[in-house]
């Protein structure tokens, strides 16, 4: 099997990455309630650095504390952030991987409120339909505030010399909300026409040139497939592929180097990350979803009662079966790619070198970001470099990695993959073995 693609440099923008897999967004909350970050988010990093990634998308970095879907993520909020960040970006370059922070604001999409704002604000009034969490739309005054926020934590980004920002446009956050027709009900400026409701992101993306010049890589991850009502069927029809490519042109008129590819106008969503939908987890962890929020007694009957769990599983499911899981979003990928001359990353179940091969062959994408196969084998990469096509022990897509993170360290939690419950528990903590400075804040 030829690896030859996957080992190609690639460049987005001023950046070149040294092959065509980069760790996608993912971690769990390792870091300090406050938004500092901890040694154990290095660990985390790290891991996959030495797997042999070109580059890590690190989790979503709140701009602003309002901004956040969980506490427990190092924020980007402000200066004093500086040296937790500087320090992370050394630490992974140490290993030849380029370092990219994705900037978030989860608006409305929110897993945990946190202490301070109880109400969630984004581009509408209406709650997260998911969890029901109580949500009210931005003033114009206030989205101002928010473009110089996410303009202000680009400039700290390369102030700190990592490697580039990637805005967190996909799966429901705030730039989904202001995107999306099935959320956004606005009649003033930032609603309405696409070319209104698309207002929000490019002023973001134009914020951020100002700051940081044309030569400091800038991506866009993207829900190409809205597929809004695949989990909800009574909700508002969401963006067609074809708006969502003209939003595309725009971002890379606007100045964005590279858009990355995923699906859904919520997270999680049956197509991201796709996989089962593990009954038995989510109730042990998804506390929030079950006793928050405008739905509780839905979800506590959807989630805690058979039949209704069973059909639910069944219906998350259900759109796999017709698209699989490796390479979900590739035909959506493919389009992105015919209508913009931008490189493009594709995220969605890859694993196989094989199949990413043949993907940038058939120029589908320039490349794949991976998260979950990548938390069962950091090592993957390396697996590629020695000719195998796949880990020996590789990812089911079960998700349990997924709905446990939420209160227990993120790790593989599929059981068949090891020895014995033990050593995956051992595997799971080994993330916070770290020196002296253990779980204390690095600023
Ligand atoms: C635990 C977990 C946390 C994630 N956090 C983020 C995130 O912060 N930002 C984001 O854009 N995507 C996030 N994702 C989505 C992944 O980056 C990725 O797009 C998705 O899981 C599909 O890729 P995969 O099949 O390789 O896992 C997360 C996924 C998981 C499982
Ligand atoms: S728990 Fe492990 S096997 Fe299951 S989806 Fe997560 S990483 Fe993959």
Not at 97 to 114: D, F, K, N, S, T
Not at 187 to 198: S, V
């Amino acid at each position: 099997m030829s690896t030859t693609a996957i080992f190609e440099p690639l460049r987005l923008g001023a950046l070149t990455v040294k092959n065509r897999v980069l760790r996608s967004s993912v971690a769990g909350r390792f870091d300090n309630y406050d938004g500092s970050g901890t040694e154990v988010r290095m660990n985390w990093d790290v891991k996959f650095a030495r797997g042999g990634v070109g580059a890590i998308i690190s989790s979503n970095a709140p701009i602003h504390e309002r901004g956040h879907i969980v506490p427990g993520y190092a924020y980007l909020d402000s200066d004093d952030k500086l040296p937790f960040w500087r320090e992370l970006g050394r630490r992974v370059r140490e290993h030849d991987c380029a370092y990219i922070v994705q900037l978030v604001h989860a608006g409305r999409e929110r897993i945990i409120p946190g202490l301070r704002y109880e109400e969630g604000v984004g581009a509408t009034d209406d709650p997260e339909p998911l969890n029901g969490f109580e949500c009210r739309r931005m003033s114009v005054d206030e989205i101002g505030a928010v473009v110089e926020s996410f303009a202000q934590a680009a400039r700290r980004a390369r102030e700190a010399e990592l490697d580039g920002v990637e805005l967190a446009g996909a799966n429901g956050m705030l730039f989904t909300q202001f995107l999306s027709p099935a959320i956004n009900t606005r009649e003033d400026e930032y609603g309405g026409p696409l070319e209104q409701r698309a207002r929000f992101s490019l002023e973001v993306v134009r914020a951020i040139r100002r700051e940081v010049g044309r030569d400091f890589c800038l991506g866009f991850k993207i829900s190409v497939e809205e597929a809004t009502r695949e989990l909800l069927p009574w909700l508002a029809r969401g963006n067609s592929v074809d708006d969502v490519l003209r939003v595309c042109r725009w971002l890379e008129e606007a100045g964005v180097d590279y858009l990355h590819v995923s699906a859904g106008t919520g997270f999680p969503h049956p197509r991201n990350p796709a996989g089962r939908f593990p009954a038995s987890e989510v109730v042990k962890t998804y506390d929030a979803l079950l006793s928050s929020g405008r739905h509780t007694f839905r979800n506590f009957l959807v989630f805690r009662t058979w039949p209704l769990s069973a059909a639910f599983r069944w219906w998350w499911e259900r759109p796999q079966g017709k698209l699989g899981i490796e390479g979900i979003n590739l035909p959506a990928s493919r389009a992105v790619k015919q209508a913009v001359s931008i490189p493009v990353l594709c995220t969605g179940g890859f694993q196989t070198a094989s199949v990413i091969e043949s993907a940038i062959e058939r120029g589908d994408c320039d490349g794949v970001t991976i998260a979950r196969p990548l938390v069962a084998n950091p090592d993957l990469v390396r697996f590629f470099e020695q000719g195998l096509d796949r880990a020996p022990r590789p990812c089911t897509y079960c998700n349990k990695c997924l709905f446990r993170f939420v209160e227990d360290p993120l790790g593989c939690y599929e059981e068949s993959r090891y020895e014995s419950r033990e050593e995956m528990v051992r595997e799971i903590l080994s993330v916070y073995d770290v020196d002296a400075r253990r779980g204390a804040a690095v600023a």
